[in-house]
């Protein structure tokens, strides 16, 4: 208990009341997190009792303080643009529905909600994601060395490259656009996540690489971002949660 509480810091712990929207694997997680902080799980939403959207009425999310969404690519806009127009805020994790991100960006802003995405809610993660962007950096104008970005999931997970993935190139690349940084996707087994950032030549190779061990550091995340979103209005990402928009 101690150890996960102390993954993110000087963040207080609030009662809240809370709905889980999908109870996968991640749900459970959070669920059994949530309970230990002392917050109430309000609602508990799962894929099969909402179809389009329809389990997330008004009534049935009376009283919730936050939702938090973790789905499928193919639900998530909808199950977010209803939450919004219910004066709910929302943090989500499922990836694979930015070809929307415009209109829920201006749907939050146009109901004045609070909405905080992210491909991953490991803290761990995100101090990776600015360590890569030095060494994408520092490895800028030397040629002799090959860039590349390896993935593995578990077999259950629909969208590759990962959301993460995709973050690591936007970030490599915007410090070394010389360099194309593809992405390999692995799916097999029960791998929680591995991200491996690798620069290789005929002599030696460089690796970067965040492993997860299971999925307490991203329910530790996505939880933190909860007790931190009431009170935000707009769009939000956990990076900014976590340094600032100008960290």
Do not use: C
């Not at 415009?102 to 101090?127: A, D, K, Y």
């Not at 307490?216 to 949660?241: I, K, Q, S």
């Amino acid at each position: 208990m101690a150890n996960r509480q102390s993954t993110i810091v000087n963040l207080k712990s609030l009662h809240m009341r809370l709905a889980l929207i999908g109870y996968g694997k991640m749900g459970h997680a959070i669920e059994t997190l949530a309970v230990e902080r002392g917050h109430v799980i309000h609602a508990v939403i799962a894929g099969a009792d909402n179809r389009n959207g329809h389990a997330l009425g008004i009534e049935r999310l009376a009283g919730v303080e936050v939702a938090l969404e973790f789905t499928r690519p193919d639900a998530a806009a909808g199950n977010i643009e209803q939450l919004v127009r219910a004066g709910i805020p929302v943090v989500t994790g499922t990836t694979g529905w930015l070809d929307r991100f415009p209109e829920i960006e201006q749907l939050v802003r146009q109901h004045g909600g609070s909405l905080l995405h992210s491909p991953n809610f490991s803290v761990g993660v995100q101090l990776f994601l600015r360590a890569a962007g030095d060494l994408a950096r520092r490895f800028a104008n030397r040629p002799g060395f090959e860039a590349s970005i390896v993935e593995q999931h578990h077999a259950g997970k629909l969208d590759a490259p990962s959301g993460t993935a995709v973050r690591l190139r936007e970030v490599t690349r915007s410090r070394d656009p010389s360099r194309e940084f593809p992405i390999s996707s692995v799916r097999a087994g029960a791998i929680p996540g591995i991200h491996t950032l690798a620069y290789d030549s005929s002599v030696e190779s460089v690796r970067l690489e965040h492993t997860a061990h299971g999925r307490e550091a991203f329910a530790a995340g996505a939880l933190a971002a909860a007790e931190w979103l009431p009170g935000h209005r707009g769009v939000f990402t956990f990076e900014e949660m976590l340094f600032g928009r100008d960290g």
